[in-house]
């Protein structure tokens, strides 16, 4: 074994087994390759780049290679979803992509139920034909025109999840349309949101894997699991347009051209596998965003809302000039001088009066309380943005001496979009949950 590994990078636990089994031992190089730099999800709606080289990556189980390919790249549909025996809220979200493996929380670690995985190459549906039968049994006999509810529940093979008979009253709905497999991931998706399920449930979903109740309404939550799936996959084209020209000498709302046109479920053909847990040592490549100075309200009328709920929503932005101290000098170049070296306080939390503030400057406010009522575990979802974008001064001298060059400033604008992204999706989710 070396005396001294070096510290030119970190040799985790996994790594160095691996070189001590001669994986990176006897000249065997690691060649960087631009092909697997991947996007991951680090934490919720807010994604990474990672370096997807298997040698490289700690914690990796065989089901994450069966579930995104094995270059970590191909594409499903995976609804994670915290792992029993945590201390923390169940929650469950829909990803595209491969998750860190705190995904939905740093003291927990995320499992997942996918609707592929991979076999030698080979997509293959994950929600097995017995489960498929078993729910056209259940809801596709009609009676009186309308779908007859009848039978017991049993689990499903290879899964996170079981399924079970809770019938809740007799189904008004007529049949439409053969269930699919489809159908029955979206169904669950439904399901996992409901909030008297979490609360029916709330003791075994921190024992056990989620059973999902076979209740009456199959379409009803089928289609709302749809819609609900659409919209988390979709998140980064959930954001507010900004009506006519706001050049705000140079930092105005850069929100963009961003339209609420609904582009549907996504689901269709993509590809994934059962549970497991997630990925672990993600890797970060700065996206940097235009910063500039200004001041400015952006009220309401500004923005295109997609609901009413949304009218009150304003970017609030005060002068840099508001900063200054209180015996102002008249000389402008003093002025100008004093100003340009005021750096805004980072602040990045939610008040007392549920307003966000990004800065001393910056804040959002009008948020609709559905916002704070859409709980990712133990916080709402603008929260987990907040609190990934705070910045962070790592005890490692490397660290510290080569990348610890983070600038708030350089991300505010992206921040503030994704914000009114989310804040559009928590209040979507949340209209839509309140219908089950």
Known sequence: M???????????????????????????????????????????????????????????????????????????????????????PFMAIIVDSIMDLHFTSSATNAFFTSLYRYENGEKVENISDWALELFREKYESVEGGGLSVEGGGVSVEGGGVSFEDTTLETPSSTLETRISKLDIFHYVYAVLHHPDYRKTYEIDLKRDFPRIPLYADFWKYAK????????????????LSVEGDLSMESRGLSVGNLSMENRGSSVGDLSMENRGSSVGDSRVENRGSSVGETSLETP??????????????????????????????????????????????????????REIELDE??????????????KLGNRSAVEWILDQYKPYKSGDASIQAHFNNYNFADYQEEVIDLLLKVIVVSTETMRIVKTL
């Open 2 to 88: 070396p005396e001294d590994w070096g510290t030119t990078i970190k040799w985790s636990r996994d790594l160095k087994a691996k070189f001590l089994r001669n994986d990176l031992s006897k000249n065997k190089l690691l060649k960087f390759n631009k092909k697997k730099i991947v996007k991951i999800f680090y934490r919720p709606f807010v994604q990474q780049f990672y370096y997807a080289d298997k040698t490289l990556s700690d914690v990796l189980t065989q089901n994450h290679y069966n579930t995104f390919g094995i270059d970590l790249g191909k594409g499903n549909k995976v609804i994670s979803f915290t792992s029993p025996n945590s201390q923390k």
């Open 224 to 239: 709302a699991g749809e819609k609900l799936m659409s919209l988390h996959l979709n998140y980064e084209d959930r954001g």
């Open 361 to 374: 400057l910056t804040k959002i406010s009008g948020i609709p309380p559905e916002v704070w009522e859409y």
């Open 300 to 353: 309401s009328s500004k923005l295109n809302p997609p609901s009413s709920k949304l009218d009150t929503l304003k970017v609030i932005r005060k002068p840099l000039e508001s900063l200054l101290p209180k015996q102002r000098t008249e000389d402008l170049a003093q002025k100008a001088e004093i100003l340009s070296k005021i750096v805004p306080q980072i602040k990045l939390k939610v008040n007392k009066d």
